[in-house]
């Protein structure tokens, strides 16, 4: 039996992408097949960033396709990804430089939010992706330090903030642009929230596949102006197992939903305790809270993260744990959730408003 491009794509409607849990053609991911006698070629574009399992698909697909064409000589498949933007709230125009901003919340402070957007950043970017985080925590910026960043950023016209840029990241933050340890930021409301908007459209984002906004804990006015005015493609919780975070997580969760931001998921932090002596696991602050809450919101439940000193360790250090220990467990972790973020990114309905020429109407 010959091979053809049509039989091929039909063997690959019997795969299923492990991340996405589609077959490659429904995800639209085959692409360039060719057929020359008994040799075979095509690429594997993915709609998000998976450098780390490439090598896994790529070698999935070959061995598909090996066993459906045992006649076929030579089978080769490239694997790369592609991220492109995806629509926003009704209204709000796209940043420049920006294809997709993934906002992380929480109810309350204290549950390792911060912690959490960096190493979704450094994930993402691990991942193969470019990506940018924006510290819209305006009273208490906690990423410089994570990030091991000082300095000011500069400024190429007198208007506008090129990126800080450490670990592969573009980040920006008011902690650049003030003295961090002797200036507290006594600002009312409508101030933050001038501030956060002009450092999200004042920096140079250099074509960014995600912008990662860090915000503060709660559901007031920089949360509010975020949700109504910054174009958010999605938002990821961040609690903890213990039920008053959780009751705070969901008052972060509905906020989102009034607004119209789509909700990618929940992370639980803190979900298990390492002991750094002897290796015990134990549930210190309860279980399944998250998973809980997941079901109740009909929200996907992105992952579970240890309490473990090294983490705390490594981000107070300026080296965050993506970053210090790349190949970890933990690390490990943290990719997993970002490829899930990027998956549900990928599956939202794409922004097409760069493709429709302006119109303008004049009287001649």
Not at 158 to 178: A, C, D, E, F
Not at 304 to 324: C, F, H, K, M, Y
């Amino acid at each position: 039996m010959s091979i053809t491009e049509v039989g091929v794509q039909s063997a690959l409607k019997n795969l299923i992408d492990p991340n996405t849990k589609k077959d490659f053609v429904t995800g639209k991911s085959v692409k360039n097949v060719k057929v020359v006698g008994n040799d075979v070629s095509l690429d594997i574009l993915l709609g998000y960033p998976a450098k780390s399992v490439w090598d896994e698909i790529r070698a999935m697909v070959e061995v598909h396709l090996k066993a459906a064409f045992p006649d076929s000589r030579t089978i080769s498949v490239t694997v790369t990804s592609k991220v492109v933007p995806h629509a926003v709230q009704r209204g709000v125009k796209l940043v420049e430089g920006v294809k997709n901003i993934i906002a992380v919340a929480s109810g309350k402070g204290g549950v390792g939010k911060s912690t959490t957007a960096v190493n979704l950043a450094l994930a993402l970017a691990a991942e193969g992706a470019r990506v940018g985080i924006l510290d819209a925590d305006i009273y208490g910026p906690s990423q410089p330090t994570m990030l091991g960043i000082s300095g000011q950023p500069e400024s190429a016209d007198g208007n506008s903030l090129q990126p800080m840029v450490n670990h592969g990241l573009q980040s920006m933050s008011i902690g650049y642009l003030i003295d961090e340890h002797d200036t507290p930021m006594i600002w009312r409301g409508p101030m933050a929230t001038q501030a956060l908007d002009q450092l999200l459209h004042q920096t140079r984002w250099d074509n960014l596949d995600y912008l990662v906004v860090d915000l503060p804990p709660g559901t007031g006015d920089v949360q509010l102006t975020l949700a109504q005015k910054v174009p958010v493609t999605g938002a990821v919780i961040v609690t903890t197992p213990q039920d008053i975070a959780l009751l705070d997580a969901r008052k972060g969760l509905k906020m989102f939903e009034k607004v119209g931001i789509t909700i990618l998921g929940i992370v639980e932090n803190m979900s298990t305790h390492i002991c750094s002596k002897c290796g015990h696991e134990e549930h210190i602050f309860g279980a399944g809270g998250g998973e809980k809450m997941c079901a109740d919101y009909n929200a996907e439940f992105l992952g579970g993260l240890p309490l473990d000193i090294r983490i705390r360790e490594q981000a107070d250090s300026g080296n965050p744990t993506v970053a210090a220990d790349p190949d970890g467990d933990i690390a490990r972790i943290y990719k997993q959730i970002a490829r899930r973020v990027a998956v549900k990114v990928a599956d939202m309905a794409q922004d097409h408003s760069a493709v429709f020429p302006k119109i303008v109407v004049k009287n001649t």
